[in-house]
């Protein structure tokens, strides 16, 4: 064998070995639900009514899979700090995958805790997450009532009226 034949038969050998390793043999995409923009107004609408009945004008935002915004509604006759702070209390429901109450749990039985520092992560009750299944898809925050467990029975109140579209 030439050397030249050596080199292109090594060369192919190379090319092959490193094809096969760059893919995986069961290789697949991600598959995975998300919040539809109609669920998340039914969660807004009815968060935002079941306070309002209680006597409380709060904000409403519903964030993805991400944390990402899908729905936020400032609420009539908010405070200006709703609008985020119910950003912020769904954006620690989804990022810890607990309701966001749960951190204030968890920075009282350790306060050195850096996760308060992190962007957009609040430890205020308001929040839940939103599921299917156990698989996190989203969360859903309101700011307003008297009470962060007043903003989260109204979340609360929203997601058992969309429950059923959760599967």
Known sequence: MTIFKLRHAMMACAAVCIGSAATPANAELLSHKDLTASIAIEIAQTAMAT????????????VGRAGEIILQVRGDNTGPHTFENSFRKAYTARTFRAPSGALVDRLKADPTLGLIHLT????????????????????????????????????????????????
Do not use: F, H, R, W
């Open 51 to 62: 306070c309002k009945t209680n006597g409380y004008a709060v904000s409403v935002t519903v």
């Open 120 to 167: 957009n992560v609040i430890a205020n009750q308001g929040a839940l997450p939103i599921k299917v299944g156990e698989d996190v898809i989203g969360a859903a925050g309101a700011s307003g009532a008297p009470g962060g467990e007043k903003d989260e029975a109204c979340i609360k109140a929203a997601l058992d009226k969309v429950a059923d579209q959760l599967k």
